[in-house]
T-cell receptor
Framework: AQTVTQSQPEMSVQEAETVTLSCTYD???????LFWYKQPPSRQMILVIR??????QNATENRFSVNFQKAAKSFSLKISDSQLGDAAMYFC???????????????FGEGTQLTVNP | NAGVTQTPKFQVLKTGQSMTLQCAQD?????MYWYRQDPGMGLRLIYY???????DKGEVPNGYNVSRLNKREFSLRLESAAPSQTSVYFC????????????FGQGTRLTVV
């Protein structure tokens, strides 16, 4: 079974600085998808960014970018110019390739609580 | 534009009681999921339904049952609640394509005393 590990339970960053959140995963598949979700105190789950494993280019969304290292099975999230509104729990997630007989499970890591200091 | 709607938002149960968490989505998604969120453990998959008429166990299915009533609705039942089932429960839905976003409900905070 696929597993996702986030080894940093908590991180903090100064406003306007850059922070990187780590994520590693274990899989025997070669084709899969990776996601970062943000959960603010409201408990709402918000998609931040996604990456297809077959794409070598790292995904970017405004201030958010990833460093996808397929061989190392690593998928880190970089937040540039951190803002107070970035404070939240961040979850890394993995989904395997769609198969005919089953849907594609979405597996999450333990989460990293990000604090942004003014 | 409701998205994924879960009910109830809060619930307190006594040990041994039963209850059903309801989930409905209006995005015509094929796949639906039930997760529980506990501190330090992230979101753990309880059950999922790839499409109407199918359900599969996730990582932590013991003590739970599910029903995919139709394409819109996916319910989670606790037959005999235990304190270990105190958690925040999330329902989610998505298309079956691998890179598509999963949409989540607002969560249900369940306390079993």
């Amino acid at each position: 079974a696929q597993t996702v590990t986030q080894s940093q339970p908590e991180m903090s960053v100064q406003e306007a600085e850059t922070v990187t959140l780590s994520c590693t995963y274990d899989t025997s598949e070669s084709d899969y998808y990776l996601f970062w979700y943000k959960q603010p105190p409201s408990r709402q789950m918000i998609l931040v960014i996604r990456q297809e494993a077959y794409k070598q280019q790292n995904a970017t969304e405004n201030r958010f970018s990833v460093n996808f290292q397929k061989a190392a099975k690593s998928f880190s999230l970089k937040i540039s110019d951190s803002q107070l509104g970035d404070a939240a729990m961040y979850f890394c997630a993995y989904r395997g390739r769609l198969r005919e007989t089953s849907g594609s499970r979405l597996t999450f890591g333990e989460g990293t609580q990000l604090t942004v200091n003014p | 534009n409701a998205g994924v709607t879960q009910t109830p938002k809060f619930q307190v149960l006594k040990t041994g009681q039963s209850m059903t968490l309801q989930c409905a989505q209006d995005m015509n998604h094929n796949s639906m999921y039930w997760y529980r969120q506990d501190p330090g453990m992230g979101l753990r998959l309880i059950y999922y339904s790839a499409s109407e008429g199918t359900t599969d166990k996730g990582e932590v299915p013991n003590g739970y049952n599910v029903s995919r009533l139709n394409k819109r609705e996916f319910s989670l039942r606790l037959e005999s609640a235990a304190p270990s089932q105190t958690s925040v429960y999330f329902c989610a839905s998505s298309e079956r394509q691998g890179n598509t976003e999963a949409f989540f409900g607002q969560g249900t905070r369940l306390t079993v005393v």
